[in-house]
């Protein structure tokens, strides 16, 4: 299994700051996934990241808002741009099994962000 | 929005009961998983079942699928007051390389 580390923890901010969550692996991973849970609700799939390219977005999540970068095999950053409260969120990274056709992932422990 | 539905949304038992969770999806899939996921915090991965499989066990967990339904359900044995917390469905779709959440279970155990 994959040990996985997110920072910060959890964060209080302004609205209309930009927040940057780091998300750490303790192996290389080809794709990392960052996803978004608002409160009391599931999990959505913002955009997976590859090393090496441009992060590729689902419905409903852009760039400008959620700029990824995946800079090596183990790291990855999430930023949260001009945040207002419905950006109050846990955020969650997660990678693959490494017998990746499983579709098994293991999940960092989570951003949890609010926004004033 | 191609999100699983599940049900119940919550679920509040006493030990020693078994927890039902019921998940249904929209879409082919290569395989559909379960996550719990404890007081807000990360998933952690609890069974995967393929879909040419009918049913899988581990422990005191069996899951079962019904492809011809697109439905899957979650039957948790003997509970104990720690298997509290939000269980998820996940499906892979084909080629599996991202997961859809079902909208989750919350389920309380009582001691």
């Known amino acids: 299994s994959a040990v996985i580390s997110q920072k910060p923890s959890r964060d209080i901010c302004q609205r209309g700051t930009s927040l940057t969550i780091q998300c750490q692996v303790d192996?290389?991973?080809?794709?990392m996934f960052w996803y978004r849970q608002q409160p009391g609700q599931s999990l959505t799939l913002i955009a997976t990241?590859?090393?090496?390219?441009?992060?590729?977005?689902e419905s409903g999540f852009v760039i400008d808002k959620f700029p990824i970068s995946r800079p090596n095999l183990t790291f990855s950053t999430l930023t949260v741009s001009n945040m207002s409260p419905e950006d109050s969120s846990i955020y969650l990274c997660?990678?693959?099994?490494?017998?990746?056709?499983?579709?098994?992932?293991?999940f960092g422990p989570g951003t949890r962000l609010t926004v004033l | 929005s191609q999100q699983g539905e599940e049900d119940p949304q919550a679920l509040s038992i006493q030990e020693g009961e078994n927890a039902t969770m019921n998940c249904s999806y929209k879409?082919?899939?290569?395989?559909l998983q379960w996550y719990r996921q404890n007081s807000g915090r990360g998933l952690v991965h609890l069974i995967l079942?393929?879909?040419?499989?009918r049913e899988k066990h581990s422990g005191r967990l069996r899951v079962t699928l019904d492809t011809s339904k697109k439905s899957s359900s979650l039957l948790i044995t003997a509970s104990r007051a720690a298997d509290t917390a939000s269980y998820f469905c996940?499906?892979?779709?084909?080629?599996?390389?991202?997961?859809?959440f079902g909208t989750g279970t919350r389920l309380q155990v009582f001691p």
């Open positions: 997660s990678v693959p099994h490494r017998a990746f056709l499983s579709g098994e992932q293991f």
């Open positions: 192996s290389q991973v080809t794709m």
């Open positions: 990241a590859n090393q090496g390219s441009e992060a590729t977005y």
């Open positions: 879409t082919s899939i290569n395989n």
């Open positions: 079942i393929r879909s040419n499989e």
């Open positions: 996940a499906t892979a779709g084909v080629p599996a390389d991202k997961l859809i």
